[in-house]
């Protein structure tokens, strides 16, 4: 039974970083995309960043130049690098999981994702 543990969120100054991971459990990253998406209070959940078993990350044009994604299936791990972080960056932040999809371009949508991690909450502020 796959499980999406998110990690790494915090408060941060503007132009700060953060980390977050998303750890996999119960199965191989190897076989599923990732998706990160954030969520404020009143808001639609978006998506932020997403990666296919091919490698490829697709952003979400707010975050674009800023945010890197990447995987390490070796550790069952996703990573969602964060530079410069703005106040409007401020979210719950996301991971989710679906199995069998090679390149997520199209994709970074709440509605193509199955599995859900609790979130991490991410506060840009000064």
């Known amino acids: 039974q796959l499980q999406l543990v998110e990690s790494g969120g915090g408060s941060v100054q503007p132009g700060g970083s953060l980390r977050l991971s998303c750890a996999v459990s119960?199965?191989?990253?190897?076989?599923?995309?990732i998706g990160w998406f954030r969520q404020v209070p009143g808001k639609a959940r978006e998506g932020v960043a997403c990666?296919?078993?091919?490698?490829?990350?697709y952003y979400g044009d707010s975050v674009k130049d800023r945010f890197t994604l990447s995987r390490d299936n070796a550790m069952n791990t996703v990573y969602l690098d964060m530079d410069g972080l703005k106040p409007e960056d401020t979210a719950v932040y996301y991971c989710?999981?679906?199995?069998?999809?090679?390149?997520?371009?199209?994709?970074?949508?709440?509605?193509?994702?199955?599995?859900w991690g609790q979130g991490t909450q991410v506060t840009v502020s000064s």
């Open positions: 990666i296919g078993t091919d490698g490829t990350p």
């Open positions: 989710a999981a679906e199995w069998g999809i090679i390149n997520t371009q199209g994709l970074c949508i709440t509605r193509a994702w199955g599995k």
């Open positions: 119960g199965t191989t990253l190897e076989y599923y995309a």
